[in-house]
């Protein structure tokens, strides 16, 4: 199969409005004749729904949590970008589009990024409108701060809690149309496969989580907003709930992966303390607006203050090593995660951790505070500095916080046309379900951004065009198609339900985390991964012999939710590994490390791999197909990512 992308012809600036004045419209009068459904209500989600019900289409919309109002989205901190320029420093359409290709480390669509910048805009203005409490300056302006990879502050927040807001301000347009009877809403539904009729999307298979009934929904398009898989490493920012799931199984019917092993690993989260610990805290990138990074300059000092016989405040400043700074002058503590993240990992390796476990490095306010006074550090992080003494115990206005990386957001995802048309016509995919625009790395509050571009902007366009050209003639939910569907969820349950062995579901998804973060985590070699593939595939046969899952299908039962998810991860990590040993260069999050620069950092290979890895899957325990999207650069010069 040859991917076509559908990337319009013509400038850059004019690829969008000539194709949205290209696509096919859908007469008003015919809309309400038209079912969508929508799995998932995060920003993608919800903003989807509110605007297709908006338009006239009967949306039936799912989740799995008690309300869409509690997507994962809701825990974004830091921001959303847009190239508002409002700030008068530089700013453009063309500058968030050049940082985020650049950003990406050159493994991303020109077409689909120029889009997400120039829709960018009118994000902002709609959220505004919808009531959403941005940040403002004194004068009553929108207030803006700066995140990594950029040096213009184009960064909109809300507090520590702009992904809360803008999802309260997506869930009130969500409700206003479950009022008026547009949207269906299924909230405790797991979607667990989709039909497909004669190879297109007609509806989907969702367990009704407190009853265990297996339902069927038909519809003209399925849309899958459904969010990233970081919990693939069992210990993640991403909420408990995350899951693969709903990718996973579209994948298994039809719709290709892409670069699965991109992986953003976070560089300011509160470090691991334990071994009975099953989720990481985020500390927003918007501290490294203010904070500091640093160790201690030689191993002798990281190793006193290991042993607490001295504290951070005790070093002088000739003490310290601001290692970002001193090795990137131009971007500072503001370099993007990717290269935040591996420098951390560096100085720990090098022995100059801290805190007791030594993998850690400081994030530092003491300059800040000196600077604009503790109340005002306070008004603009005062959640995060809470939220950081109340699960370290730690007071960061008087001694610096501890920080390391973590697994955080995943660019990989369901390969996309410029449509977000998935390779299974009539399947989408949006948000950080789909691979689409972030490349290798993914830079700090694009994702907000790029969720609320694919719902609000891109899908009420470009799914008309696949509706109009379909037409209007009702689904069949009797096809046989969805009664084999079912009866293959229902045996899978089954499956599930009958393993009585002796190890839990949650030790196979640590062994997993553990494997997926030593082996194809923040570096990764073809040594290490070619053993972490025996090593998962050893996982996945021990979990269908040793696992035990509990209770019965017809109940609320989270053993069987959660073994159905981690199965699916099992599976989607040995992808992974598939993926990252054949990407044999480093680009952004990935980092081979037989491709580094003499300064250590990530070295392209654009003869070999300018493509997007989309992965096709071809049977049970057989191995993936690989498609490869060449990408063309037209408007910028590939060049070796530089923040010095
Ligand atoms: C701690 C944290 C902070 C962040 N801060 C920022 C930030 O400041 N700025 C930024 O740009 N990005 C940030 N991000 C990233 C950003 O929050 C996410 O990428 C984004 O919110 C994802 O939105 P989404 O709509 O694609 O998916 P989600 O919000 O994850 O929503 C997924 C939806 O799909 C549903 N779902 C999933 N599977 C199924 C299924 N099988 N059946 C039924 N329903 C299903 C869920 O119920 C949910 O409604 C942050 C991420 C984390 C972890």
Redesign the pocket.
Known sequence: MKLDAKIPEGPLAEKWSKHKFNLKLVNPSNKRKYTVIV???????SSAAASLAELGYNVKA????DS?RR???I??????NAAKNYRNDGDSVQRLFYDTIKGGDYRSREGNVYRLAEVSVNIIDQCVAQGVPFAREYGGLLDNRSFGGAQVSRTFYARGQ??QQLLLGAYSALNRQIHEGKVEMFSR????DVVTVDGKAQGII?RNLVTGEIETHAAHAVLL????YGNVYYLS???M???V??AWRAHKRGAFFSNPCFTQIHPTCIPVSGDHQSKLT?M?ESLRNDGRVWVPKTKELAAQLREGKIKATDLKEDERDYFLERKYPSFGNLVPRDVASRNAKEMVDEGKGVGTSGVAVYLDFADAISRLGEDAVRAKYGNLFDMYYQITDENPYKQPMRIYPAV??TMGGLWVDYNLQTTVPGLYA????NFSDHGANRL??????Q?LADGYFVIPYTLGDYLATIGPKAIDVNHPAFTETKKAVEERLQKLLSLKGSKTVDEYHRELGKIMWEYCGMSRSEEGLKKAKKLIQDLKADFWKNAIVLGTNEEFNMSLEKAGRVADFIELGELMIDDALDRNESCGGHFRVESQTEEGEALRDDEKFAYVAAWQYTGENKPEALHKEDLKFENVKLSQRSYK
Request: aromatic share 6%; hydrophobic share 35%; charged share 5%.
């Open positions: 799995v998932g209500t995060g920003l993608a989600g799912f989740c799995y949590q869409p997507a994962h989205s825990a974004a901190q830091g921001g959303i702009t992904g539904h797991e979607m667990l969702a907003c459904t969010g990233g920012t991403n909420a709930g995350c899951n799931t709903a985020l927003s955080h957001y949006l948000g950080e379900a700090g509050a694009s994702a907000l951004m969720g």
